[in-house]
DNA sequence: CCTCGATTTTGAACGATGTTCATTTTTACG
DNA sequence: CGTAAAAATGAACATCGTTCAAAATCGAGG
């Protein structure tokens, strides 16, 4: 019933999700292969299908422990935060500094695809809603004729537009830019949106 | 000498991008497989890397087609805009309204990763340019202290932050919202931008 | 310690895919 | 028409993700 002690299984889990985010930090999402997974997991090939219906499956349970570390890493600015600048100041360098030094593995977050008509799993989903809720905590006294979803909605809006400078600038699809520029346009637009919150 | 007609191999070459272009807007980025493409250019598989190094090599050039589409729709939207606010304005709408139209051809434009350490073409690069362009033009009387690289860079932080809203959004990561909301959302953010600019 | 059924692990095999290239077909031109 | 260059072809190959029959391991009962 109540069995507190891991299985083998979930000892084989924990090892493929291991394998595969170090070969995601060193190699990034797209040179991932299921062989080189279960080489480095210490297990057969056949293994990784007995714990995940397929590749998909590990890379979701990758992303989430990345999404653990990244709500770990925001709480904390967040809690050293007093005032609405401070509080978006600190957040958008914080989640800066954890795309720079957790760069593959935090571009996997978004580079990931389910298979055509294959929807992202619910439980996963959710996963994401913290970063949503740590700006509208904050944001949600500037807004007091706001709904709670109105609320949210802007919050995401302002999450996305500070994710979409660091993305675009990390994705080097443009002109390159020097970290310290971007950590200076990331202040830039973080003191913009608290400026005009209200 | 100076040939102005067009090859066997350049007519192939334009029926495998329209091929491409058609699958791509059809099924997705992942879903794209070589054979559906010479299948639908009434072509051989081999031809197709007759023409291209390969599969990359033609995504390219799909998502240079579409780049000029959206080229064209955002000059007339600039064009027909005067001061600031209208410009970031109908610039911004035009933008999302590209996106949702073409979904699946703007995604491709984002999602495509060269293989690992392979750079993406200087000449692919360059014709990302104009989206900097559309927005710095406007954008410099309003910071006659900066130079035009920081003009640049400004104008790169203020499309990547409507980009990032909008590709958050389409992406479907977090809990989905109404294209109304996120019209809403988009001016909001383009308003807020155009009257912190100076 | 042995037995044997259940469970777990294994890696060869399969199907799908991108890519190559020897062969065939078409084209260009005297 | 002849023939050499160019283009087109699709079978074959290498590499993936995935499956599954077989082997290895485990565990309870004698």
């Known amino acids: 019933m109540g069995d507190k002690r891991p299985t083998k299984k ?43 219906d397929d590749l998909d499956g590990l890379i979701l349970h990758v992303n989430s422990g990345t999404l653990k570390r990244l709500e770990t890493a925001l709480n904390a600015a967040s809690s050293s935060s007093a005032g609405l600048e401070d509080t978006f100041l600190n957040l958008s360098l914080s989640y800066l500094h954890f795309a720079l030094a957790e760069r ?9 695809r389910m298979p055509e008509g294959v929807p ?16 509208a905590a904050p944001l949600a006294p500037h807004l007091p004729a706001a709904s709670a979803e109105d609320v949210a909605i802007r ?27 971007l950590e200076r346009e990331v202040k830039v637009l973080a003191l913009l949106l608290a400026h005009n919150a209200s």
């Not at 170090?22 to 190699?27: A, H, K, M, P």
């Not at 593959?104 to 990931?112: D, G």
């Not at 993305?167 to 520029?181: A, D, N, Y």
């Open 10 to 52: 979930e000892e084989l889990k924990v090892r493929l999700i291991a394998a595969g985010t170090e070969l995601i930090r060193e190699q990034g999402l797209k040179g991932l292969r299921a062989r080189d997974i279960a080489e480095r997991a210490g297990a057969a090939l056949g293994g990784l299908y007995t714990v995940f």
């Open 155 to 181: 919050a995401r809006t302002f999450f996305s537009a500070v994710h979409g400078v660091i993305s675009v600038s990390l994705e080097g699809r443009f002109v390159g830019i020097t970290p310290e520029l």
């Open 120 to 135: 992202v799993p619910d439980w996963h989903l959710a996963e994401h809603a913290f970063l949503i809720g740590l700006i």
């Open 104 to 112: 593959n593995l935090w571009s996997a977050l978004f580079e990931h």
